[in-house]
T-cell receptor, first 116, second 113 residues
Framework: KAGVTQTPRYLIKTRGQQVTLSCSPI?????VSWYQQTPGQGLQFLFE???????NKGNFPGRFSGRQFSNSRSEMNVSTLELGDSALYLC????FGTGTNTDTQYFGPGTRLTVL | GDSVTQMEGPVTLSEEAFLTINCTYT??????LFWYVQYPGEGLQLLLK?????DKGSNKGFEATYRKETTSFHLEKGSVQVSDSAVYFC????????????FGAGTRLAVHP
């Protein structure tokens, strides 16, 4: 099975712009979560989507949003970029259903966003 | 709230040395516990997991045992290699929940020949 894919891998934007990141989960996985990784704050949960619905959201401003499509692919958007949004954005997918692996998340390679 | 605490790094070892990275957690309920590894410039790779008390997760020579009485999940390896140099993250999640991993701060491991 192919792993989680994220595009683009690298992105450079300037303050005030907006950006959209994309994530394709492992085939058959219906839950997609997003995380922000920075040297200062570590790994922080952004939000989680299942069946096109946001089920949980972390403590981030409304500039951070996301969505999920019927094929489970997900996008996240950051509007009005700030310097502090520079980070590695990681997407993870997991299987939803019965069984022992519903709590296990598999990560993509991440998108490195630099805001100038 | 739920949280994970890891020993601070960096941890520097010589090749073939024994590795221990401490991890303790605070959680309401019974989480599953995970170790993830991150190599430079990459995302997180699942290293091992355990879902209930006294379970031992193992993979690639790494082991960790879910200790409910001490709320710990320490990572161990008997003989490290240079290729094990990476950042290691301990994390918890709740089965049947909303897939929100809670991570420790990460521990950087550097192994020298």
């Amino acid at each position: 099975k192919a792993g989680v894919t994220q595009t683009p891998r690298y992105l450079i934007k300037t303050r005030g712009q907006q950006v959209t990141l994309s994530c394709s989960p492992i085939s058959g996985h219906r839950s997609v979560s997003w995380y922000q990784q920075t040297p200062g704050q570590g790994l922080q949960f952004l939000f989680e989507y299942f069946s096109e619905t946001q089920r949980n959201k972390g403590n981030f401003p409304g500039r951070f949003s996301g969505r999920q499509f019927s094929n489970s692919r997900s996008e996240m958007n950051v509007s009005t970029l700030e310097l502090g949004d520079s980070a590695l954005y990681l997407c993870a997918s997991s299987y939803f259903g019965t069984g022992t692996n519903t709590d296990t998340q598999y990560f993509g390679p991440g998108t490195r966003l630099t805001v100038l | 709230g739920d949280s994970v605490t890891q020993m601070e790094g960096p941890v520097t070892l010589s090749e073939e040395a024994f590795l221990t990275i401490n991890c303790t957690y605070t959680a309401t309920g019974y989480p599953s516990l995970f170790w993830y590894v991150q190599y430079p410039g990459e995302g997180l790779q699942l290293l091992l997991k355990a879902t209930k008390a006294d379970d031992k997760g193992s993979n690639k020579g790494f082991e960790a045992t879910y200790r409910k009485e001490t709320t710990s999940f320490h990572l161990e390896k008997g003989s490290v290699q240079v290729s094990d140099s990476a950042v290691y993250f301990c994390a918890l999640n709740f089965a049947g929940g909303y897939n929100k991993l809670i991570f420790g701060a990460g521990t950087r491991l550097a192994v020298h020949p």
